[in-house]
Structure formats: structure tokens, C-alpha cells
């Protein structure tokens, strides 16, 4: 079954940048879109960003689009998250998953609950 473990989480200053990982293991993911989840203190987990991994295809939540930027590495089996001009309300813990069906733009309605979730990683942006 498939792995995956977040990494990259940390404190910043508003207006600064991290740059998030999310490596994926046991599995063949040609078919799968790997996306990033956001979940802030009393508040839903949330959609950030997706990405199919074989045609490279993404998509973004409108909260991030032209500040964060989803790639991956296809040979390293790993995803990231590049995350400019941070803001407090970005503040949140961040999480990979990986769906085989849903297209990056589905991934934000998405329904069907993933079966796990990882750790994740904190993101903490101060003022």
C-alpha cells in the first residue's frame, strides 16, 4: 500500500518562503494525482494544490494560486510544494495524500474519504 511521509514544515516570517516534500512509496503511481491538504486550529482539513503525476497536470486552490507552486520528481518518487510570500493564515498543519482516480481539479471536491492520513507537517507563519 501506498506510503507517504511530509516533511519540510517550519517558522517563518510573513512574506517568506518554505519549500515542502511529500515522498511516496509502495506503489505505482501513473495513474494516481498526488495533492497537498491544509488543516488549521478549529477549522477543516482543506485543499492547497494537486498535481497528476504522469502528465504533470495541476491544479490550486484560489486562497494559494500565484503564491505556492506543486511539483514533483518522478524518479525520486517525491512531491513538493513551494510556498512564496507567506501569510498568517497560511498557518496550518500541511498533508500529502494520493488518489489513483481523481483528476487534480476533482481533488478539491473530492468525497470519498482517503484512508489515512499521515502526520503531516506544521507550518507556522508569524506576523
Known amino acids: ?22 515522498a511516496a512509496s509502495g506503489g505505482t503511481f501513473s495513474s494516481y494525482t498526488m495533492g497537498w491538504f491544509r488543516q488549521a486550529p478549529g477549522k477543516e482539513r482543506g485543499f492547497v494544490a494537486a498535481i497528476s503525476w504522469s502528465g504533470g497536470s495541476t491544479y490550486y486552490a484560489d486562497s494559494v494560486k500565484g503564491r505556492f507552486t506543486i ?44 484512508a489515512s492520513w499521515g502526520q503531516g507537517t506544521q507550518v507556522t507563519v508569524s506576523s
Do not use: W
Open 71 to 114: 511539483s514533483k520528481d518522478n524518479a525520486n518518487t517525491t512531491f513538493y510544494l513551494q510556498m512564496n510570500t507567506l501569510k498568517p493564515e497560511d498557518t496550518a498543519v500541511y498533508y500529502c495524500n494520493a488518489d489513483p482516480v481523481s483528476s487534480p481539479i476533482t481533488m478539491e471536491t473530492r468525497t470519498h474519504p482517503f
Open 1 to 22: 500500500q501506498v506510503q507517504l511521509v511530509e516533511s519540510g514544515g517550519g517558522l517563518v516570517q510573513a512574506g517568506g518562503s518554505l519549500r515542502l516534500s511529500c
